[in-house]
């Protein structure tokens, strides 16, 4: 990183109050029944800096739902791809840094050896500026996963904040990082207390988790134990199949192509929306269904988040922010299933 920067609290407004106008500033907002949320917004005002979490993360706006690829014109033999970008460059402003490790995964799945062209232009005309967290939400495991309270990726972001008594530590992660910072007003350079500060506040925020999950060596452990009966007990008694878990997630990647027609058969729209491995349909194929039951597609989330994913991409794909604990109906906890798993890995499946 470049040499960090302070700015004060009301010229951090005035930095968003200026950035708003030449971006679509994308920031956390309080919203109904309490709820913090992702929004477009004009000025700092709206703001809500201390917010804990949001149902969807920020990648929404990178990978939004569904997203529109192209349009095909049988009257007149046109086709037509959809341009995959924003309308205007966009910012998002307070990510948390479990939020911005998520679209790092992301990165690894679009931005690899197959690149996602319609991935790849949204995520280029997106400004990343996070927020290091202050303390621990309540499902938030991070500190486990490695990807919080305090940011901990070297590339991939564009500046990282960290609130210091009333003031704000910026550094740039990136060279229009860097530009961003450079236009913020009344910046100070940070002297060595200030440094001294942020890392007391990290080990502070670090020490106030209460949800934790033992890493070392769980990947082969998950392997090991395929058919663990935690798996069926968790399923039977409480998995709905809602979904709810991967529509939440946000390192979940998986899609599907829908085609819409009009009326004439003169008009074919293309577009993919999100999927869920959840849904019993996903693994229908043209011979059966090979993850019929509720248990396979329990543990192909499970396993997929804290096990295949490192094979496959070199890092976890859960990043530790507790959301599909957090909006299950029936509150089912991964990080309890991998500890009942490590605690009795050798607990014979119950056949019945």
């Not at 790849?120 to 490695?146: H, I, P, W």
């Not at 019993?280 to 090979?290: C, I, K, T």
């Not at 496959?312 to 299950?328: E, K, N």
């Given at each position: 990183?470049?040499?960090?920067?302070s700015?004060s609290?009301d010229?951090?407004?005035?930095?968003?109050?200026?950035?708003?106008?030449?971006?679509?500033?994308?920031?956390?907002?309080?919203?109904?029944?309490?709820?913090?949320?992702?929004?477009?917004?004009?000025?700092?005002?709206?703001?809500a800096?201390?917010?804990?979490?949001?149902?969807?993360?920020p990648?929404?706006?990178i990978?939004?739902?569904?997203?529109?690829l192209?349009?095909?014109?049988?009257?007149?033999?046109?086709?037509?791809?959809?341009?995959?970008?924003?309308?205007?460059?966009?910012?998002?402003f307070?990510?948390?840094?479990?939020d911005?490790h998520?679209?790092?995964?992301?990165?690894?799945?679009?931005?690899?050896?197959?690149?996602?062209?319609?991935?790849?232009?949204?995520?280029?005309?997106?400004?990343?500026?996070?927020?290091?967290?202050?303390?621990?939400?309540?499902q938030?495991?991070?500190?486990?996963?490695?990807?919080?309270p305090?940011?901990r990726?070297?590339?991939g972001?564009?500046?990282?904040?960290t609130?210091l008594?009333?003031?704000?530590?910026?550094?740039?992660?990136?060279?229009?990082g860097?530009?961003?910072?450079?236009?913020?007003?009344?910046?100070?350079?940070?002297g060595?207390?200030r440094?001294?500060?942020?890392?007391?506040?990290?080990q502070?925020?670090?020490a106030?988790f209460?949800?934790?999950?033992?890493?070392?060596?769980?990947p082969?452990?998950?392997?090991r134990?395929?058919?663990?009966p935690?798996?069926?007990?968790?399923?039977?008694a409480?998995?709905?199949?809602?979904?709810?878990?991967?529509?939440?997630?946000?390192?979940?990647?998986?899609?599907?192509?829908?085609?819409?027609?009009?009326?004439?058969?003169?008009i074919?729209?293309?577009?993919r929306?999100?999927?869920?491995?959840?849904?019993?349909?996903?693994?229908e194929?043209h011979?059966?269904?090979?993850r019929?039951?509720?248990q396979?597609r329990?543990?192909?989330?499970m396993?997929?988040?804290?096990?295949?994913?490192v094979?496959?991409?070199?890092c976890?794909?859960?990043?530790?922010?507790?959301?599909?604990m957090?909006?299950?109906?029936?509150?089912?906890d991964?990080?309890?299933?991998?500890?009942?798993?490590?605690?009795?890995?050798?607990?014979q499946?119950?056949?019945?």
């Amino acid at each position: 990183m470049s040499t960090s920067h302070s700015i004060s609290a009301d010229n951090l407004c005035r930095w968003v109050d200026s950035l708003a106008g030449r971006f679509q500033v994308l920031g956390p907002v309080a919203a109904k029944r309490g709820q913090n949320v992702f929004a477009p917004i004009d000025n700092s005002a709206p703001l809500a800096l201390d917010y804990c979490t949001t149902m969807l993360g920020p990648r929404f706006f990178i990978y939004p739902s569904v997203q529109r690829l192209c349009k095909i014109d049988r009257e007149t033999n046109t086709y037509m791809a959809a341009d995959p970008g924003p309308a205007r460059t966009q910012l998002i402003f307070a990510i948390h840094p479990c939020d911005m490790h998520a679209i790092s995964v992301l990165d690894r799945t679009f931005l690899g050896p197959n690149k996602d062209f319609y991935y790849a232009k949204r995520r280029q005309e997106t400004y990343t500026v996070v927020l290091n967290c202050s303390r621990a939400c309540d499902q938030g495991f991070c500190a486990s996963m490695g990807t919080g309270p305090f940011l901990r990726l070297t590339e991939g972001f564009d500046v990282v904040m960290t609130a210091l008594d009333g003031e704000y530590l910026l550094e740039a992660g990136s060279p229009r990082g860097q530009e961003l910072i450079e236009t913020a007003p009344g910046l100070q350079k940070t002297g060595r207390m200030r440094l001294y500060e942020k890392s007391r506040l990290e080990q502070q925020a670090a020490a106030s988790f209460t949800k934790s999950l033992e890493t070392e060596g769980l990947p082969e452990l998950l392997m090991r134990t395929f058919e663990h009966p935690v798996y069926k007990e968790v399923a039977d008694a409480r998995c709905l199949g809602c979904s709810n878990c991967v529509l939440v997630c946000p390192t979940c990647f998986c899609y599907k192509m829908v085609d819409r027609v009009d009326f004439e058969a003169k008009i074919v729209e293309r577009s993919r929306h999100w999927d869920a491995c959840q849904d019993y349909w996903f693994a229908e194929v043209h011979d059966g269904n090979f993850r019929q039951p509720q248990q396979a597609r329990l543990r192909q989330f499970m396993t997929h988040k804290l096990c295949t994913w490192v094979e496959q991409y070199g890092c976890f794909g859960c990043i530790g922010c507790g959301r599909c604990m957090t909006w299950c109906p029936t509150g089912i906890d991964i990080t309890e299933m991998a500890k009942e798993i490590q605690r009795a890995p050798t607990r014979q499946l119950e056949l019945g």
